[in-house]
């Protein structure tokens, strides 16, 4: 076991965390500047010139939710890449983007282990829009991504296309997780590799309540059951404020497994000139070892 440890997410070309500071990013998307909130950049901001340059902000507002103020005019949508991967940007109601820069370091952790195999079964659960699913199937992997909204899916499907996934590599399904690796289970379906990103809460596609602390050994218990025979990785990862990465090893110790080497730590982005890391959560990689 290897852990804790910092992971950085620094090769990136067409995204930069330019400075953050109270509770408020700076960011550099492609050519377009924004400024978003991060509850986790409690210390001061620095003075760096694009915090007056910024093409769109987003303001919390006090009853919860918010919406962007566009300080010039800016698209609906537009692209940035990642070495050979591409992915669409957009401003969504929540301040996300569809994008989180710092899951590069896994995207990279995946694409390095899938090429030196072929055709491995990934399940992708709370895919999102897609980032560690296309990581995947650029490689020629079959991934099952499985998330309650289908916006999310029709990002994903977008976000395949761009960079140049085959149609149907990727099988997008609109479902709850948890009842959907369930199912998986009672068919007698199992996949190489798991990917798994829970929110801390969440709401299935028919109302169904997600709460990490609730939930999360449920789901591990169940995919650990989806695991083939000749298992790859199991990779998770989690944004919950607070929790510790200890507590999601216990769980994957707790569990009965293949002999694997296990990593974990924090994710991080570096600004500052990569002097100071900003935290966004943690992560935890099992590779198997038959």
Known sequence: MTGPGLFVSGGWNEY???????????????????????????WPAGDEPEWEKADAVYHRS??????WEYIVKTPADWTIRYGVLSFKVHLTGFK??????????????????????????????FGYTGAASVAAAQLGADV???????????????????????????????????????????????????????PSFGRGSKGEVWKLEDNLWRLLSVCSRLLSDTPVFLLVNSYTAGLS???????????????????YGELALPFRHGEMLLPCGLTLFAEFKL
């Open 62 to 67: 006090p009853g919860g939710g918010g919406k």
């Open 16 to 42: 930069e965390l330019l400075d953050c500071g109270d509770g408020k990013r700076l960011e550099r998307w492609g050519n377009r500047v924004l400024i978003r909130p991060d509850p986790q950049a409690i």
């Open 144 to 198: 099952c991504h499985v998330d309650s909204s289908k916006g999310m899916l029709s990002w994903a499907k977008e976000n395949a296309a761009l960079s140049g996934v085959k149609e149907g590599r990727i099988r997008l399904i609109p479902d709850d997780c948890q009842k959907f690796a369930e199912r998986e289970k009672r068919r007698g379906k199992r996949y190489d590799a798991i990917i798994m990103d829970p």
């Open 245 to 263: 990465p200890l507590v999601v090893v216990n769980m994957v110790q707790s569990l009965d497994l293949p002999r694997y080497v296990l990593t």
């Open 96 to 125: 996300h983007t569809g994008l989180f820069p710092e899951q590069a370091y896994n995207w990279d952790l995946i694409r390095k282990i899938l090429k030196e195999r072929s055709r491995v079964s990934v399940l992708n659960l």
